[in-house]
Antibody
């Protein structure tokens, strides 16, 4: 069974940093691109970042470019999101999502974690 | 960036009804369009990818069609478990944007 489990969320002050993790199991991790998608409370879905199976290609939403860094460790079947200079508008439930493809360019997300909540507030 | 617009934003329907949700892209995206279902408090679920391909395990009452800028998701006969919010998502170019969602409610 494919499973994605996020961790690392919490309450953080504006301007501080947080690192999210996603532990994957039940599939060959390095065969697929992985993504972070967020959902602000009561709002819709927003893609944040994606990374290809071998980490050779990454992409970011303009709203997080220069502040967030996506990475993966295929030996540990894990995906990460380093979030720096956090803002109130980054407050959201952050989902880890598996792509149906190896490359991250044309994504469809066929498996999602349960999400980890990030709250940015003083 | 490509913008995705869904209509309607909300919809009331009854069990057994045939329902259609529309998604329009701000420019042509060929058939790079996916549909998701999200129930309250749960993660989204992929229903349809590449405009009309049914994801494994998804009931056949769900179908997708369209190409270019206009797409539809059709539920042929609504079941109680189908009441949820539906999102379209373009995968033609980065960033892969979602529509604003269509909330399907019980009449």
């Amino acid at each position: 069974e494919v499973q994605l489990v996020e961790s690392g969320g919490g309450l953080v002050q504006p301007g501080r940093s947080l690192r999210l993790s996603c532990a994957a199991s039940g599939f060959t991790f390095d065969d697929y691109a992985m993504h972070w998608v967020r959902q602000a409370p009561g709002k819709g879905l927003e893609w944040v970042s994606g990374i290809s199976g071998n980490s050779g290609s990454v992409a970011y939403a303009d709203s997080v470019k220069g502040r967030f860094t996506i990475s993966r460790d295929n030996a540990k079947n894990s995906l990460y999101l380093q979030m720096n200079s956090l803002r109130a508008e980054d407050t959201a439930l952050y989902y880890c999502a598996k792509d149906i493809r190896w490359q991250q360019h044309n994504p469809a997300f066929d498996c999602w974690g349960q999400g980890t909540l990030v709250t940015v507030s003083s | 960036d490509i913008q995705m617009t869904q209509s309607p934003s909300s919809l009331s329907a009854s069990v057994g009804d045939r329902v259609t949700i529309t998604c329009r892209a701000s420019q042509s995206i060929s058939r790079y369009l996916n549909w998701y279902q999200q129930k309250a408090g749960k993660a989204p679920k992929l229903l349809i990818y590449a405009a009309s391909s049914l994801q494994s395990g998804v009931p056949s009452r769900f179908s997708g069609s369209g190409s270019g800028t206009d797409f539809t998701l059709t539920i042929s006969s609504l079941q109680p478990e189908d009441f949820a919010t539906y999102y379209c998502q373009q995968s033609y170019s980065t960033p892969p944007a979602f529509g604003q969602g269509t909330r399907l409610e019980i009449k």
